[in-house]
């Protein structure tokens, strides 16, 4: 449609300028066009829906209903829903414009992929809306609201919310079984660790026979198989086109997949699966100041294989120390285990950023004890589910930093007891400054207000200076900022630069 449109306005151009021209082949194909699209009557009904739904404001009503009258006063189809070879992946809609520069022939396409759930315009960038792209949502709020999702017309399904969760509770079940049952010694055997990639199976069935969780204790049926596509990487090498399986207790619903640590093999998500050797080797090279995407890349020069990417690498070899039973080998050269101070230094390679404002201070009767055993086994099960599920967004076990779960690891000779303080949260506490005492004067909507009576040049430029997507309307650039006004840290920005700048200040006392 946009090489047609383009070839119309060329033809114009040129006879405009009296030339001698020849049709091409995107207009002579028009002569065997048979089907004709129909006009769809487009009501204002609707459009109080879509209101009403927040689809847009009620200004974006008033110009979809101004544009409507203008094609009826043309006498020319306002919305056309046009069928591009039966796609089924993308909506195509013709829509009447003669006050653009943008359609020289008075009509604009506009794009709907479904598989994206993006709109597409010519006269807007994709994050960005446009009257066109406004008609073509009424057009299809009105034949298919079906596409449209939000808040207001979704129910809660309470039965597959019952089925997501438990699938949640099965999958941490599975991660405390591997934990507790699936442990990996600190002292591995040798014949673990030196094998040859030709002894290793290429068949990966959890050695289980029964469920050991049952007290029938019922026996599985036949493995399951994940893939045939599984990769065995080791220090030689990658072993390719592995097979790995999965049993299912026919009672509980328990699955068993395979961790068999005995083969001198580590499986990380039943896809990659890493030697011992390999992973004794990236430890020591850790312990060498060695990083493991420089200890990849040394094997991949050395044995001239691509290996798979290093980030995954390094998750699989965490998920492996996650499993093993280190021991813990601090002692002081004078003080043996028992010091009388232990002074613990920054990571900085281990540290992310979170700013303080983000935590949420512990309730009243909070007394700083935690117990360190309960914390780092929760962050060993977060790294083992990890193996489970393709992001972190999805893990059931992740950990999110707070003050009243939180604990340093020492090492259980040096600790008196499982029990430690934690006493971070009471170094925030104090008399506020007078710019705090101004913040907490100023709500969150009267800042809001401040916001919408700026120009959109300001409020862009903010939203650069708070790493928001500055693309868009001013009314979208205002909701994303006010997202992010949620943390205090943007929330300082735009009290700073907008309340500052608009002449109106705040005395204490």
Known sequence: ????????????LVRRSRLVFSECHHIRSLEYCTEVAEEEILHARVLDEMVACKFFAAAKKAVCLKRQRLA?????????????????????????DSTTYFSRLGRMMVTFSMKNNTWHCPCAKPHMSCPHKNIAKWHI?????????????????????????????????AVKYIYERKKIPASLPEDTTAKPPSDYPSDLIPAETSCVLCSSSPKFDMPVNITNMAKIV??????????????????????????????G???FDDHLVLSLELCLYLRHSLQNHISVSRAIDTLQNLRKKQFPPTDRILH??????????TDCTYACVLCSYWPSVVVMDLHKKAVFNLAVSDLKDPPVSYTGEQSIVDFWDAINLEMISSGFVPSQAQNPCAVK?????????????????????????????????????ALTL???????????????????????????????????????????????????????????ASGLSIHCC
Not at 1 to 12: I, N, R, V
Not at 316 to 325: D, V
Not at 482 to 495: G, H, L, S, W
Request: net charge neutral; hydrophobic share 30%.
């Open 442 to 500: 100023v709500s969150e909507d009267r800042l809001v207000d401040e916001l919408m009576k700026q120009k959109v040049s300001t409020v862009r430029k903010l939203c650069k200076a708070c790493n928001v997507c500055f693309k868009g309307s001013h009314t979208d650039l205002v909701i994303r900022l006010r997202e992010e006004m949620k943390t205090r840290q943007t929330y300082d920005k735009v009290f700073q630069k907008i309340w500052g």
């Open 265 to 267: 093999l580590h499986n």
């Open 72 to 96: 009826l006063k043309a006498g020319a189809p306002f919305s056309v829903l046009v069928d591009l070879g039966g796609s089924k992946s993308y909506i195509c809609l013709s829509i009447h």
């Open 234 to 263: 080791t220090t030689l090498g990658i072993a390719e086109n592995i097979s790995t399986y999965f049993k299912r207790c026919p009672e509980c619903q328990m699955t068993y997949r395979y961790q068999e640590w005995q083969d």
């Open 1 to 12: 449609m946009c090489e047609l449109e383009e070839c119309w306005q060329y033809q114009l």
């Open 401 to 437: 930093p707070n003050y009243e779960f939180w604990a340093p690891w020492i090492g259980p000779m040096t600790r008196k007891s499982d029990k430690v303080l934690n006493t971070e949260h009471e170094k925030m506490s104090g008399v506020k400054s007078s710019t705090e005492v």
């Open 141 to 173: 709020f009105q034949i298919n609201r079906n596409l449209f999702r939000t808040q207001l017309d979704s129910k809660p399904d309470t039965a597959s919310q019952s089925k997501q969760e438990q699938a949640t509770e099965d999958l941490k079940r």
């Open 316 to 325: 699989a070899y965490c998920h492996f120390e996650a499993l093993t039973s």
